[in-house]
């Protein structure tokens, strides 16, 4: 049974900062591509960042640069996802998703973990 675990949300003052993780188990983690998307209340759910299986390679949303960094370990099965200078928009429920190398979708997602910033 593959799951992803997210942890790390919290309510925050704008400005402030967490560091979401997201554990995995039941798959093999080094071949999968991991990305973090998110959903506020009333909006679709919108990519934020992601890093390739090997850790090399990241891309991230408009929303998210130069204030987010994701970061894999795969000794731990974990991907992170740190979130500097956040703003009230960045109020979401943050998941996780897995995508299998050399596929087109994210074939496993977490639950969630709320993410609330303050003004």
């Known amino acids: 049974q593959v799951l992803l675990v997210e942890s790390g949300g919290g309510l925050v003052q704008t400005g402030g900062s967490l560091r979401l993780s997201c554990a995995a188990s039941?798959?093999?983690?080094?071949?999968?591509?991991m990305a973090w998307f998110r959903q506020a209340p009333g909006k679709e759910r919108e990519f934020v960042a992601r890093?390739?299986?090997?850790?090399?390679?990241?891309i991230f949303a408009d929303s998210a640069k130069g204030r987010f960094t994701i970061s894999r370990d795969n000794a731990k099965n974990t991907v992170y996802l740190q979130m500097d200078s956040l703003k009230p928009e960045d109020t979401a429920v943050y998941s996780c998703?897995?995508?299998?190398?050399?596929?087109?979708?994210?074939?496993?997602w977490g639950q969630g973990t709320q993410v609330t910033v303050s003004s």
């Open positions: 890093v390739t299986w090997s850790g090399d390679s990241t």
């Open positions: 998703a897995a995508q299998l190398k050399g596929t087109a979708q994210y074939g496993y």
């Open positions: 039941g798959l093999p983690f080094s071949l999968y591509t």
